[in-house]
């Protein structure tokens, strides 16, 4: 699905990746982690197509939809006017939606369950259900492909639930491809096949979870110890910072 | 994708859907009964009073004698000299000016745009100011005051795009900085000005009025607000979606470049032919969107239209305030600015509340 190799991109003319290689095969979860400002959001950016990559390859098979991180509209459009927008790219320059754009729109607010917020403004809606409408806009546009900013950055534990759910469901039972940001790596082990750990612009792992997910990528990854935590009388894990308590370096 | 369930949910929605949009489907039809209503009425008052029945007589002699003629000649040539072309001009001028406002506000997300703040009027009439100074008229004024009204667009964009984006705050300063530019140029032409013929007539003309217009002046801004009303109408859907802003327009497939030029160029058009034939007449772009959201909601598939024709009543009844409020005719353009300056207030402080300025 994402062929992409010694890619480099540049932004504002400052170098943030270099020479990353990476592929993903259809129906996959790949989780993106990585420290404030290792250029996360500018991979994203790459991957939808809104930064053109400076050199490099990147091939991407088939439609892309990206859910931003914590949208808001200046107006007070509602949700169902929101999802809409998703059908852009089969419309036109001078095109409007009509009865099968409307139709396709609904079948998404019924497979997420989100009837009710149709008609309700979207500005109005609380993170979780606006995350759910932002999703229903790129289902809308058909894609095959779905990157998502942060999905679960704004959100309280269930609706991280019911949004990790959401993406798992989406590639078992539609095939789909997802790649999305996070910054608890819970979220890449509970659902991602995949994860790339961007230690830096030039450094990062990427391969199978369970491979790059270690306790040993990841402190690197966060420059923090980072240990693994078995869940009792579950056999799940997880991995959790500890925390260092050495206050004392803000002294002097 | 399975399919049966779209057509199940579809059922259930339908309803709620048809019920939701029934109320905003009506608002149309009904302006534009208003709109007929209030023209209407506009051709009846005045110095020489005549009733909606003389009117339509008057009129509709034109075309097909009804009864004999009992009126005046002099009646005659006030309602279809005098009075229908200066209506026809505010209707025309009142739908481009709402229209325009309500898609530049949409294009840079942003409530406190419209011709006027984005330097556009301001270009055209140092523009046309320049033409009566070189004692141009007609086409060639307003072809100047579209040059000028494009060049200051260009210019405005270009001073408030940084790497590729346009922050909402600085496109309005940098409006600010054009429009005071371009005030100064129009200063230097007055001082320039013949002070007995061309000083007045600039002066004048600036205040923005339509109260000389004739057939020819309507045609004339016909002729720029109509093909642009048409190509930002056509653009409805695709400006809904850039203004969600440009990246997430970008990654939803529409073409953010092109959009944004037809809208410019569309709305430059539009108040060129407004300042080219009555001066400068702001804050009708910002004021009536804005009623208009409320009646419909932000949509521009129902706003632009719905704008459109709530600012040809709007202008109309202002332009009947203009001509019967004093015996002395009141420029068109300091009420309008009277009534836009407060609202615009309002909206800045209720945007402001809502932390509006936080986003780009």
Same mark, same amino acid.
């Given at each position: 699905?994402?062929?992409?190799?010694?890619?480099?991109?540049?932004?504002?003319?400052?170098?943030? +990746?270099?020479?990353?290689?990476?592929?993903?095969?259809?129906?996959?979860?790949?989780?993106?982690?990585?420290?404030?400002?290792?250029?996360? @959001?500018?991979?994203?950016?790459?991957?939808?197509?809104?930064?053109?990559?400076?050199?490099?390859?990147?091939?991407?098979?088939?439609?892309?939809?990206?859910?931003?991180?914590?949208?808001?509209?200046?107006?007070?459009?509602?949700?169902?006017?929101?999802?809409?927008?998703?059908?852009?790219?089969?419309?036109?320059?001078?095109? #409007?939606?009509?009865?099968?754009?409307?139709?396709?729109?609904?079948?998404?607010?019924?497979?997420?369950?989100?009837? $009710?917020?149709?008609?309700?403004?979207?500005?109005?809606?609380?993170?979780?259900?606006?995350?759910?409408?932002?999703?229903?806009?790129?289902?809308?546009?058909?894609?095959?492909?779905?990157? +998502?900013?942060?999905?679960?950055?704004?959100?309280?534990?269930?609706?991280?639930?019911?949004?990790?759910?959401?993406?798992?469901?989406?590639?078992?039972?539609?095939?789909?491809?997802?790649?999305?940001?996070?910054?608890?790596?819970?979220?890449?082990?509970?659902?991602?096949?995949?994860?790339?750990?961007?230690?830096?612009?030039?450094?990062?792992?990427?391969?199978? @979870?369970?491979?790059?997910?270690?306790?040993?990528?990841?402190?690197?990854?966060?420059?923090? $110890?980072?240990?693994?935590?078995?869940?009792?009388?579950?056999?799940?894990?997880?991995?959790?910072?500890?925390? !260092?308590?050495?206050?004392?370096?803000?002294?002097? | %994708?399975?399919?049966?369930?779209?057509?199940?949910?579809?059922? &259930?929605?339908?309803?709620?859907?048809?019920?939701?949009?029934?109320?905003?489907?009506?608002?149309?039809?009904?302006?534009?009964?208003?709109?007929?209503?209030?023209?209407?009425?506009?051709?009846?008052?005045?110095?020489?009073?005549?009733?909606? #029945?003389?009117?339509?007589?008057?009129?509709?002699?034109?075309?097909?004698?009804?009864?004999? $003629?009992?009126?005046?000649?002099?009646?005659?040539?006030?309602?279809?000299?005098?009075?229908?072309?200066?209506?026809?001009?505010?209707?025309?001028?009142?739908?481009?000016?709402?229209?325009?406002? #309500?898609?530049?506000?949409?294009?840079?997300?942003?409530?406190?745009?419209?011709?006027?703040?984005?330097?556009?009027?301001?270009?055209?009439?140092?523009?046309?100011?320049?033409?009566?100074?070189?004692?141009?008229?007609?086409?060639?004024?307003?072809? %100047?005051?579209?040059?000028?009204?494009?060049?200051?667009?260009?210019?405005?964009?270009?001073?408030?795009?940084? !790497?590729? !984006?346009?922050?909402?705050?600085?496109?309005?300063?940098?409006?600010?900085?054009?429009?005071?530019?371009?005030?100064?140029?129009?200063?230097?032409?007055?001082?320039?000005?013949?002070?007995?013929?061309?000083?007045?007539?600039?002066?004048?003309?600036?205040?923005?009025?339509?109260?000389?217009?004739?057939?020819?002046?309507?045609?004339?801004?016909?002729?720029?607000?109509?093909?642009?009303?048409?190509?930002?109408?056509?653009?409805?859907?695709?400006?809904?979606?850039?203004?969600?802003? &440009?990246?997430?327009?970008?990654?939803?497939? #529409?073409?953010?470049?092109?959009?944004?030029?037809?809208?410019?160029?569309?709305?430059?058009?539009?108040?060129?032919?407004?300042?080219?034939?009555?001066?400068?007449?702001?804050?009708?772009?910002?004021?009536?969107?804005?009623?208009?959201?409320?009646?419909?909601?932000?949509?521009?598939?129902?706003?632009?239209?719905?704008?459109?024709?709530?600012?040809?009543?709007?202008?109309?009844?202002?332009?009947?305030?203009?001509?019967?409020?004093?015996?002395?005719?009141?420029?068109?353009?300091?009420? @309008?600015?009277?009534?836009?300056?407060?609202?615009?207030?309002?909206?800045?402080?209720?945007?402001?509340?809502?932390?509006?300025?936080?986003?780009?």
């Amino acid at each position: 699905m994402i062929e992409a190799s010694d890619l480099t991109v540049e932004r504002g003319g400052k170098t943030i +990746l270099e020479s990353y290689t990476l592929n993903l095969e259809r129906a996959r979860i790949l989780a993106v982690l990585g420290a404030n400002g290792v250029g996360k @959001t500018t991979l994203i950016n790459t991957l939808i197509g809104v930064i053109k990559p400076k050199s490099g390859q990147l091939s991407i098979a088939g439609p892309v939809g990206f859910v931003p991180q914590l949208f808001e509209v200046p107006f007070s459009y509602s949700a169902f006017d929101i999802a809409l927008m998703g059908r852009a790219r089969h419309l036109g320059l001078f095109g #409007a939606p009509g009865r099968k754009d409307y139709e396709i729109v609904r079948h998404y607010f019924h497979l997420l369950g989100i009837e $009710p917020l149709e008609q309700q403004t979207f500005n109005s809606l609380s993170g979780g259900q606006r995350q759910l409408v932002m999703i229903a806009q790129a289902l809308a546009s058909e894609c095959e492909l779905l990157v +998502l900013d942060e999905p679960c950055a704004a959100l309280d534990y269930k609706n991280q639930d019911k949004v990790l759910g959401l993406l798992e469901h989406l590639r078992d039972k539609h095939g789909m491809t997802i790649v999305f940001s996070t910054h608890m790596p819970q979220h890449a082990v509970e659902i991602a096949s995949d994860a790339l750990l961007m230690l830096s612009g030039t450094d990062y792992v990427c391969g199978p @979870t369970t491979d790059a997910l270690s306790a040993e990528n990841l402190s690197a990854l966060y420059d923090l $110890p980072i240990a693994r935590a078995d869940f009792e009388g579950l056999s799940k894990h997880t991995y959790a910072p500890v925390f !260092r308590h050495d206050g004392g370096r803000f002294d002097g | %994708m399975p399919s049966s369930s779209a057509k199940a949910a579809a059922g &259930e929605t339908t309803e709620i859907r048809s019920r939701a949009r029934l109320g905003s489907g009506f608002v149309l039809p009904a302006l534009i009964c208003l709109l007929v209503a209030v023209t209407l009425y506009s051709v009846t008052i005045g110095r020489y009073d005549l009733s909606v #029945a003389d009117v339509a007589y008057i009129l509709i002699d034109n075309v097909h004698p009804l009864v004999t $003629p009992y009126w005046d000649p002099v009646q005659e040539i006030v309602v279809e000299q005098v009075r229908v072309p200066r209506i026809l001009a505010a209707i025309v001028i009142g739908f481009g000016l709402s229209m325009s406002g #309500a898609a530049l506000q949409g294009l840079f997300r942003n409530p406190l745009v419209d011709p006027g703040i984005i330097g556009v009027t301001s270009g055209a009439g140092f523009g046309g100011t320049l033409a009566i100074l070189l004692g141009l008229q007609g086409y060639l004024l307003l072809t %100047m005051a579209f040059l000028f009204g494009i060049g200051s667009v260009f210019l405005v964009k270009l001073l408030s795009t940084v !790497r590729g !984006r346009t922050s909402m705050l600085t496109l309005v300063l940098a409006g600010v900085v054009i429009s005071a530019f371009f005030s100064a140029a129009i200063s230097i032409a007055k001082l320039l000005a013949d002070p007995f013929q061309k000083l007045p007539a600039i002066t004048y003309w600036l205040m923005g009025s339509i109260a000389s217009s004739n057939y020819l002046d309507v045609l004339l801004v016909a002729a720029a607000v109509v093909p642009s009303a048409i190509a930002i109408y056509l653009l409805r859907f695709q400006i809904n979606i850039l203004s969600l802003g &440009e990246e997430k327009a970008r990654a939803l497939g #529409a073409k953010v470049l092109l959009v944004q030029w037809i809208v410019l160029v569309a709305s430059a058009l539009i108040s060129a032919g407004v300042v080219a034939t009555s001066g400068i007449i702001g804050w009708v772009g910002l004021v009536i969107p804005h009623v208009a959201r409320a009646l419909v909601g932000a949509d521009h598939q129902r706003l632009l239209p719905v704008s459109g024709v709530l600012g040809a009543i709007y202008l109309l009844l202002v332009d009947n305030l203009a001509r019967t409020v004093t015996t002395a005719e009141i420029p068109l353009g300091i009420i @309008t600015a009277l009534i836009g300056v407060p609202v615009f207030a309002v909206i800045l402080r209720r945007l402001h509340a809502k932390g509006g300025w936080s986003g780009d």
